[in-house]
């Protein structure tokens, strides 16, 4: 290799691992939409046949990727039902009809313009999760519009060696076709955390960088690339030291997850006897497998709004019913904790009407919006009580809860549900643990009276840490103080798990603090017995628990909380880090190298340009 000028590209590593290969630049053509209107009636029927035609063909297209799909892609069957119901929903279907009939544009411009309206009462909501559903929204669009402009859709055909693919955007129908044999790697512009080109990299294991905004205009087609889904790093053109550095990192992160994966699958034990129990969080039955491949002692949080995110309309009973009842006979015997729906009131305004709120992380959401629709809130109860008769071992969970007045309106409701089924003879677990998750700082305030109620606790950093700071995580202004390690924070774990442990529940931490291995002799110091993460993190954690003393961590965590800042207790934590597990450091927590600068913020808001 001669000697050449690398190129550091940022964005977010959502699947650690190196890959190292030459990239394939999956690059669709702009799809041209021109502005004209329609000369008479003749062109206009015309116009509306040629659109139902492109809707046709894009239906029969999605069911040819349902049939040939991959075993590891099962999941994405779903998803793709729901890009059919996208296609015949009334604000696309029937409004891309009514522009070409009544104002008589083209077919394209009418459906870009249906589009646009559909999508912008979601378009201004900081909210990754929302951000991730309206890219299916826009990857139908896609696809209607390249069959309207007889373009191609599928070059994933066309890979014949293994590759790094380099794309603006991957859809669940283009992840859905991946040859996985020739997939080293994955790198988008689009993208966060949660899309599916996330979930994906990860349940299957293929390091993945996403959200880097620049990619596809930085990374010449056939390029040798180095891909860092640890760091979200993402190297073009490496010099011949950054090779070789880069397949020593690969060698050494894959012989470790070899040694750790050993004994993912034994009880995390610490090594003066304390037992504590590793879970998953999921939020697709797909999962499932990541989940026991990676060890996992059941699934501390199942999310529960993917099922009702990716529907254009109302999901019943019994479709609610059959989701719950397959991933708890999945997991039998062990545990599933399913949380009742966490969305905000904007995120239902396809069913209900929508409502005006300058502040939606403050308003109508998580348990006030289900106690505010209580049909909406029967329904996923009477669903997740029919399914918890099956294999007994679910457990059910309400979220944001803020004092016991709101926990119990929910008992209420429930007791009222039971009663029914009761009534009707039709079978539940009668002792069903239920839980509440502890996210504001008045539920942790009030945690003595709310543990009379409930049979765990199980806290949610996420919005913990959000709200007892008083920062909204996704500005950008402020976003630098989200601070797991700020001494409020773990003051308010510690409060949180004495009271637990006087009450004689469980209390387990469910937030992403739980999936970061950093963190996790903090988490033993402060005397959680329970974790729950993402799968993939399930190995590392079980690992630093079996090889630390909770004792040790317990005398470390009495020292850090008489700090006084997060920094102070983040140098502290990363220098007993280095000294007891360096090889973790090194693996996952590379550092950033001298002149580089700092890992991009989550640009899963990023907005897609589908057409010029």
């Known amino acids: 290799m001669t000697e050449q000028c690398s190129k550091i590209i940022r964005g977010i590593g959502v699947s650690p691992g190196i890959a190292i290969g030459k990239a394939y630049l999956l690059e669709r053509r702009r799809i041209s939409i021109s502005q004209h209107t329609l000369e008479d009636e003749k062109a206009v029927a015309e116009e509306c046949k ?60 009418a459906l870009v313009r249906s589009i646009r309206k559909a999508g912008e009462r979601f378009s201004a909501l900081d909210d990754e999760y929302i951000q991730s559903r309206i890219a299916d929204l826009e990857a139908v669009g896609e696809r209607v ?12 055909d066309e890979i014949k060696e293994r590759v790094i693919i380099v794309a603006h955007d991957l859809s669940p129908a283009d992840t859905a076709q991946l040859r996985l044999e020739r997939t080293l790697g994955l790198v988008t512009d689009m993208g966060g955390r949660t899309s599916h080109t996330s979930i994906i990299a990860r349940s299957l294991n293929i390091p993945a960088v996403v959200g880097t905004e620049v990619a596809t205009k930085s990374v010449p087609h056939g390029a040798i690339i180095i891909v860092d889904g640890a760091s979200g790093k993402v190297i073009a053109n490496p010099t011949d030291e950054e090779v070789n550095l880069y397949h020593e990192r690969k060698e050494e992160f894959e012989n470790y997850l070899r040694a750790i994966s050993r004994t993912a699958h034994f009880k995390a034990r610490t090594q003066d006897g304390h037992l504590i129990d590793v879970e998953a969080n999921i939020e697709l039955q797909e999962e499932v497998v990541a989940a026991k491949d990676n060890g996992a002692e059941g699934i501390g949080l199942y999310r529960t709004e993917f099922f009702f995110m990716n529907r254009v309309d109302f999901p019943d009973e019994e479709a609610l019913y059959n989701d719950y009842r397959e991933l708890a006979e999945l997991m039998a015997p062990k545990w599933v904790t399913m949380r009742t729906l966490d969305l905000g009131a904007e995120k239902l305004a396809t069913w209900y009407p929508q409502i005006e709120e300058a502040n939606p992380a403050l308003g109508l959401r998580s348990i006030r919006l289900c106690l505010h629709y209580p049909d909406l809130f029967r329904t996923q109860l009477r669903a997740i009580l029919r399914a918890s008769d099956h294999a007994h071992n679910i457990r059910l969970m309400f979220p944001l809860v803020s004092g016991v007045g709101e926990l119990l309106s929910a008992k209420k409701i429930l007791r009222e549900v039971k009663e029914e089924l009761t009534r009707t003879r039709i079978p539940f677990d009668e002792k069903m643990p239920l839980g509440v998750m502890i996210e504001v700082p008045s539920a942790v305030a009030v945690a003595d009276m709310l543990a009379r109620e409930v049979d765990f606790f199980s806290i949610g950093t996420n919005d913990l840490i959000q709200y007892s700071i008083g920062i909204d995580r996704a500005n950008e202004h402020v976003a630098y103080l989200y601070e797991p390690l700020h001494p409020a924070v773990l003051r308010f774990i510690r409060h949180t798990v004495a009271i637990g442990r006087r009450a004689n529940i469980q209390v387990s931490l469910c937030g992403e603090m739980a999936g970061e291995s950093l963190y996790t002799p903090i988490l033993l110091g402060l005397q959680l017995t329970s974790l729950s993460m993402n799968p993939q993190a399930i190995p590392r954690v079980k690992n ?40 973790e450091l090194r693996v996952f927590n590379p550092g950033i190298l001298p002149n580089e600068e700092p890992p991009r913020e989550d640009r899963s808001r990023t907005k897609r340009k589908l057409y010029s």
Do not use: W
């Open 50 to 109: 040629r659109f139902e035609a492109a809707v046709s063909k894009t239906e029969m297209e999605l069911e040819d990727i349902k049939r040939r799909i991959h075993p590891g892609f099962t999941e994405h069957a779903q998803v793709l039902e729901v890009y059919q119901l996208i296609l015949r929903d009334p604000p696309i279907h029937n409004e891309t009809l009514r522009l070409i009939l009544e104002e008589k544009l083209n077919a394209q411009l």
């Open 145 to 156: 519009l390249r069959n309207l402009a007889g373009l191609e859709h599928n070059l994933l």
């Open 544 to 583: 630093l628990i079996c090889r630390s003393r909770a004792e040790d961590c317990r005398r470390f965590v009495a020292k850090v909380l008489r700090l006084r800042t997060a920094d102070e207790i983040g140098r502290r934590l990363h220098t007993m880090m280095l000294e007891k597990f360096p090889e």
